[in-house]
């Protein structure tokens, strides 16, 4: 059943059409009626008595009727009568990915050649690439976070700037990766968009994973973790920052409190194909916050309209307007 309290015309503006459908209905009925130009020469009061039959009745369907009815249809369509709402059809097709980078000393080493920074650097690259049209944003934290690239789908510009990031840039020394995924799932708020939030770190302190929880329990977006460190048993090269090896342990319980998974670094692009599959499942989960418009009813009325027409199509179907 059709609720009709929120009804109402998406293109109001089209329903002035029906003012001169008025004048147009009236020249033709005027024109039509075979009675007209008797009263000019008879009086009104013998006109009726002359009358054999009344001639101005000539059926209950006659063409100038079926004018004004596909008139009132056609102008009804164009409106845009709505009253209910479906969802966007391009909601589909947009998500937004927020990439966290950690900016700090640690990132320097160069376990993972050239460093973990540039190798994260690149890894971001790879994943935007298998991700052409996305809106992706960028934020780096160390002890304090910041917005670099709003969300955007030039992800070219994710990359330049992704490329100028250096520890020396972050003014608040530490390590503070919730602050990074708080901020995040803003930016996901104030878009509407469904999306993920992908984090690049060498550590995260199991101080954090509280925090954490508690950004996922109120809602957050669900974070996905590549870990940017080698193992104990790779030795860093000579001259290489000091930094502590993967934690793979505590890694994982990090992600797993920020409701995503631990992914591992490798040295080909498999690492980002299974982070793409993880967000990619992350992103159909992710509820819309945005996304639907009012449904045009107008195409309901178009059977009725080309049913109306035809009829002009058959003889004696025209209409003459008088000039």
Known sequence: MIDLAPFHFLRPAWLLLLLPLALVVWSILRRHDPVNAWRKVIAPELLDHLLISDAAKQGLFRPSHILALSWVLGVFALAGPAWEKEPSPFTEDQAALLVVLKVTPEMLAEDIQPSRLRRSVQKIGDLLALRPGTKTGLIAYAGSAHL??????????????????????????????????????????????????????????????????????????????????????????????????????????????????????????????QLNAKIERSIERAPAQQGERWKDGGYLFLPLLMLFTLSFFRPGGAVMVQR
């Open 148 to 273: 670099v690239v709003p969300l955007t789908s030039d992800s070219e510009i994710v990359r330049q700037f992704a490329k100028g990031l250096q520890p020396e840039v972050m003014p608040v020394p530490g390590d503070e990766p919730g602050k990074a995924i708080q901020l995040a799932n803003q930016q996901l708020r104030n878009s509407g968009l469904p999306g993920s939030i992908v984090l690049f770190s060498d550590y995260i302190d199991p101080g954090q994973q509280e925090l954490l929880s508690d950004i996922r329990k109120a809602g957050g977006a669900e974070v996905h973790v590549l870990a940017m460190a080698a193992g104990p048993e790779v030795m860093p090269p000579p001259g290489s920052p000091p930094a502590p090896a993967l934690d793979r342990n505590a890694m994982k319980e990090a992600a797993s409190a920020a409701g995503g998974s631990l992914v591992l670094p490798s040295a080909d692009d498999s690492d980002v194909h």
